[in-house]
């Protein structure tokens, strides 16, 4: 192997001894660049960086707060139409609780009336009753007695005689006003 | 000897001395070479392409800002977020600088002209495994107090006495000198060997296609150069592939003395 | 030495990572799996090489001290068992 020889053959420096001023160089040389890369212009790309995540996250947030904010006006009308709803149905069964009351207390009412006026109308019937009674007893007695006076004034000769009287008197006494009815 | 071996009489594969630098100029100081010169090179194209993307950035990102970020991306969600967890915003300053730094330096090994890559000079790789070795001890000493880093670290509850004796050299051997150690060597040997298996391939096209064309030798120098593309887009692979690791490591290491118990 | 909230409570004797692998499947979190698989495959290497390099220098210091030469590769194959158990332990379980 010729490069193998050449290498172990070869003369100059050891590759594995570092030269004292290039360590010298090599670290001025990492620590320019750590100091402005590193500490300067990382930074601010870092930064930058940082500001463009938040800048997509930005949108995607207000993205989220419009659709979250839609929702609520939604779910804001569903609330309200259900408690419109519940505010009808509400209205309908006060209105017929009430209609039903009404009613109740006009038929009631009614029935007091309708009472009142049949104890009233009793009441007319029992007194014409009396008055009738009181009246037909007065005109009874003068009718008996104009009675027993034509049937004594008239002679009594026979039972034709009798009858025919009777008949009249029962026929004038059918065409006096009615006052017994 | 076979005719091959007649026709590469004159050549010499390129060893570790390609990776021996004079200084850049007669007379210039001796630490002044190519590989330092890049070095400070890079690091400068890096603050400066991480300045354009960076400096001034929009929510709509546009042109090297789109590059940055992406960049940006693959460091805290491929290695920072899975070892840091919710600290990896805190990190990705030193994970993003140690990526950025490491990968374009280990770039310049394939790009033409300049054709060294940085951390194929182990000196470099130390200083970023040194940096990060401190880090992890001193937030493992922080954050679960000095015996109780070690304690962690070696005697982890749950174990019959008699075998933490046979373990626990093992475990500390393992946390405090071979990781450093191999985190440092890892980067350094894949550029290096990287960089070598590139030298040789490329030498071979150029010499038996340029320098002494033989009939022969020919073939040879066709297979080195498209070996050398082939290898070129391979190294690419693998300098991406390695400060991604490096990385990954450090993070990892942060990681374990920030949670020792994961 | 502070620790910060929100840590797992290192003084448990139950807190321990060998004990991760007795966890059920929904108290290990997805994200941590692939975080566990690359803390093994990153450490075996490092431990294997440890225990050879422990247990193997042991034996070096043996054999150099009773001359028995035997003693270096048992302690090199010591060592890789022994770190092959650790791996065991924390990630095989």
């Not at chain 2, 789109?66 to 491929?78: H, L, P």
């Not at chain 2, 194929?120 to 015996?147: D, E």
């Not at chain 3, 108290?27 to 090489?49: I, N």
């Amino acid at each position: 192997m010729t490069l193998a020889a050449t290498l172990l053959a070869a003369e100059g420096e050891n590759p594995l001894i570092p030269h004292a001023y290039e360590l010298v160089v090599g670290s001025f040389a990492f620590l320019v660049v750590f100091l402005v890369v590193g500490k300067i212009l990382t930074p601010r790309i870092q930064k930058t960086l940082a500001e463009r995540t938040e800048a997509i996250e930005g949108g995607i947030k207000k993205a989220e707060d419009a659709q979250a904010e839609a929702q609520r006006t939604l779910e804001q009308y569903r609330a309200q139409l259900a408690e419109a709803r519940q505010e009808a149905a509400r209205l309908r069964e006060e209105a017929r609780e009430q209609g039903a009351a009404i009613k109740a207390e006009l038929r009631e009412e009614a029935q007091t009336e309708a009472r009142r006026i049949i104890e009233a109308a009793h009441a007319q019937i029992e007194a014409d009753r009396q008055q009738a009674i009181t009246q037909l007893r007065g005109e009874i007695g003068r009718l008996s007695t104009e009675l027993a006076s034509r049937i004594v004034g008239e002679s009594l000769e026979d039972e034709a005689r009798q009858r025919r009287i009777v008949d009249r008197f029962l026929e004038e006494l059918e065409g006096r006003p009615e006052t017994v009815r | 000897m076979t005719p091959l071996m007649l026709v590469a009489e004159d050549f010499t594969a390129p060893g570790p001395s390609i990776f021996d630098f004079p200084p850049l100029y007669e007379g210039a100081p001796s630490w002044l070479t190519k590989p330092v010169l890049m070095a400070i090179f890079g690091a400068i194209v890096v603050t400066a392409l991480a300045w354009s993307a960076f400096a001034n950035p929009k929510l709509v990102p546009r042109g090297m800002q789109n590059v940055g970020e992406m960049g940006y991306q693959f460091v805290r969600d491929q290695v920072a977020r899975p070892f840091l967890g919710k600290d990896a915003e805190r990190w990705m300053p030193l994970l993003i600088s140690l990526f950025f730094l490491i990968l374009l330096w280990n770039l310049f090994g394939v790009i033409p002209l300049i054709q060294i890559p940085v951390a194929s000079h182990i000196a470099f790789p130390i200083v970023f495994a040194v940096t990060i070795y401190v880090i992890k001890v001193y937030l493992g000493i922080k954050h679960q107090g000095l015996g109780g880093y070690f304690k962690n670290m070696m005697f982890p509850p749950g174990l019959p006495k008699a075998i933490y004796v046979l373990l626990a050299p093992i475990e500390f051997l393992s946390n405090l000198i071979i990781a450093p150690f191999t985190h440092a060597v890892r980067l350094f040997a894949n550029m290096f060997a990287g960089h070598l298996i590139l030298a040789f391939f490329s030498a071979v096209g150029f010499w038996f296609l340029f320098e002494k064309p033989t009939l022969l030798g020919a073939g040879l120098g066709v297979v080195g150069a498209i070996m050398t593309i082939a290898m070129t887009g391979f190294e690419m692979f693998i300098e991406f592939l390695q400060a991604f690791l490096f990385t990954l490591l450090a993070a990892m290491y942060i990681g374990g003395s920030l949670h020792p118990d994961h | 030495m502070t620790m910060r909230t929100g840590q797992p409570d290192m003084t448990s004797p139950h807190g321990s990572c060998y004990r991760r692998a007795a966890m059920s499947e929904q108290e290990r979190r997805p994200e941590t799996d692939g975080r566990d698989f690359a803390d093994a495959a990153w450490s075996v290497p490092s431990y294997l090489l440890s225990g050879m390099l422990i247990w193997g220098g042991l034996g070096w210091l043996l054999s150099w001290w009773t001359g028995v030469h035997a003693f270096i590769p048992i302690g090199v194959i010591l060592g890789v068992g022994l770190a092959a158990y650790l791996v065991y332990l924390k990630y095989g379980r």
